[in-house]
Nanobody, 126 residues
Framework: QLQLVESGGGLVQPGGSLRLSCAAS????????IGWFRRTPGNSRDGVPC???????DYADSVKGRFTISRDNGKNTVYLQMNSLKPEDTGVYYC????????????????????WGQGTQVTVSS
C-alpha cells in the first residue's frame, strides 16, 4: 500500500528556512488528506499543517504565516516550506496520509491517519 518518505530536514539557525518533502509510492496521494506532525517531548504527534485533496489547508497557530504546505499530485509529493524558523520548531517531522471519502476534509489529528513516514529531524539552533 501507500508508503511515505520524508526528506529535507537538517540543522538551521533561527530565522532560517527548510523545505521538507514527503514522497509517496505504492499509490497516488490524490484523494488523501496529508498532514505534517511534529513529535513532542511526550512522544505525541502535534499537527503542524494539513492539506486536503482539494487544496484546503489548516495550520497550527504557532506556524501561521511562517510555514506553507503544498502538494504536487503530478509528482505524488507534498511539501512543507518552513520559514522564519524558531528553536521551538525543533523536532522530528512526520508526514501522514489518510484516504478521504469526503472531499475537502483537512484532518489535523494524528489519530485520523493510517499511513506514516519515518520522520525527518529538524533542529533550529544557533
Amino acid at each position: 500500500q501507500l508508503q511515505l518518505v520524508e526528506s529535507g530536514g537538517g540543522l538551521v539557525q533561527p530565522g532560517g528556512s527548510l523545505r521538507l518533502s514527503c514522497a509517496a509510492s505504492g499509490s497516488t496521494l490524490a484523494a488523501h488528506s496529508i498532514g505534517w506532525f511534529r513529535r513532542t517531548p511526550g512522544n505525541s504527534r502535534d499537527g503542524v499543517p494539513c492539506i486536503a485533496d482539494n487544496g484546503n489547508t489548516d495550520y497550527a497557530d504557532s506556524v501561521k504565516g511562517r510555514f506553507t504546505i503544498s502538494r504536487d499530485n503530478g509528482k505524488n509529493t507534498v511539501y512543507l516550506q518552513m520559514n522564519s524558523l524558531k528553536p521551538e520548531d525543533t523536532g522530528v517531522y512526520y508526514c501522514a496520509a489518510q484516504r478521504l471519502f469526503v472531499s475537502g476534509l483537512c484532518l489535523p489529528q494524528s489519530a485520523k491517519y493510517d499511513f506514516w513516514g519515518q520522520g525527518t529531524q529538524v533542529t533550529v539552533s544557533s
